[in-house]
């Protein structure tokens, strides 16, 4: 049973939830893009909790249950590329930055010192900049199906493009939505290691029923687009790091991940044919051998 909390910082309120023993090797886990922390499967928390982990999870700001920026409306996402492009800045609420301190802050009301960082898709880009601006405090970093920011790379693929440029607004349904998320679910899923059906309309209708997304998604994905190329600052890097990428990732393609390998100093790239941009049961108790293994080779 997941314990869950509120932490408070900077006038942000962030939820988060501890799963496993509290004498658990810390593993701070970071969730991707409009996801709340509620996305990690329960067979994955349950596979690291045998590995021995003690999990640490949490809503980004501006989704789930930590606090939103309504207020700040839908940012022009033609004019943040356009920013990023000619490399000027474009003033946003916030930035990935900012919700990687936000996950120190998590550390920081559990009493914990230094953990082990897991971050996917966004939340790998979260965890690139938790290692950069809290080196000492991690004892290793796991970056799963995630990107340097680097322009040039492949984009996602023509249907994944499609469906996430045709997003409904907030007000539809709740039958609308599911069958929404259900949509890109499928599209971004595994091959290799198929989600049932009803099992992803069961996660669709519980985040919704949990937190509506909002338009939240927008403003991540223009902190995303701002936060520009990581590869100076990832190959300044000292913390061991593991990448592990799918290779039928139509989110994210494989590339990012050999890039971002490539990059960081030391860095270790663990592959798995057919796996996609999610995170299927079928894998659950081989990614977390992967992850303990990496964490084991760097001290515990």
């Known amino acids: 049973m997941a314990a869950a909390n509120l932490v408070r910082r900077d006038g942000v309120e962030i939820d988060y939830a501890t799963h496993g023993p509290d004498d658990g090797v810390p593993l701070l886990l970071v969730m991707g893009l409009g996801m709340q922390r509620t996305a990690w499967p329960e067979t994955l928390i349950d596979a690291l909790v045998r590995q021995g982990f003690r999990c640490i999870s949490f809503d980004n700001r501006d989704i789930g249950l930590s606090t939103r920026y309504d207020e700040h409306g839908v940012p022009p996402l ?20 900012d919700i990687a301190d936000d996950g120190m802050a998590v550390l ?12 996917i898709s966004m939340g790998g880009m979260i965890a690139q ?14 970056l799963m199906s995630t990107s340097s920011g680097r322009l040039g790379l492949p984009l996602p693929s023509s249907t994944v493009l499609q469906l ?6 907030q007000r539809i349904s709740l039958d609308a939505a599911t069958t929404y998320l259900v949509r890109l679910f499928s599209a971004i899923g595994s091959p290799n290691f198929p989600t049932p059906r009803e099992e992803m309309v069961r ?8 937190a509506p997304t909002g338009s939240g998604v927008a403003r991540q994905l223009a902190a995303i687009i ?23 990732d139509a989110m994210v393609p494989l590339a990012h991940g050999r890039h971002l390998a490539a990059a960081i100093p030391g860095a270790r790239l663990h592959t798995i044919r057919g796996w996609g941009h999610d995170l299927p049961d079928a894998l659950s108790a081989d990614i977390a051998d992967v992850i303990a293994h990496r964490a084991g080779q760097s001290g515990q």
């Open 78 to 97: 033609h004019r943040v590329i356009a920013a990023r492009l000619l490399r000027r800045p474009y003033r946003l609420p916030y930035t990935l930055a």
């Open 108 to 119: 920081d009301a559990l009493g914990i010192e230094r953990a082990h960082v897991l971050g």
């Open 129 to 142: 900049h938790v290692a950069a601006r809290h080196a000492a405090r991690v004892t290793s970093l796991t």
């Open 164 to 169: 996430m440029l045709s997003r409904p607004n």
């Open 203 to 210: 996660r669709a209708r519980d985040s919704i029923l949990r």
């Open 226 to 248: 701002s936060d520009g190329d990581r590869t100076p600052m990832l190959r300044k890097l000292t913390v061991p790091t593991l990448v592990m990428h799918g290779t039928h």
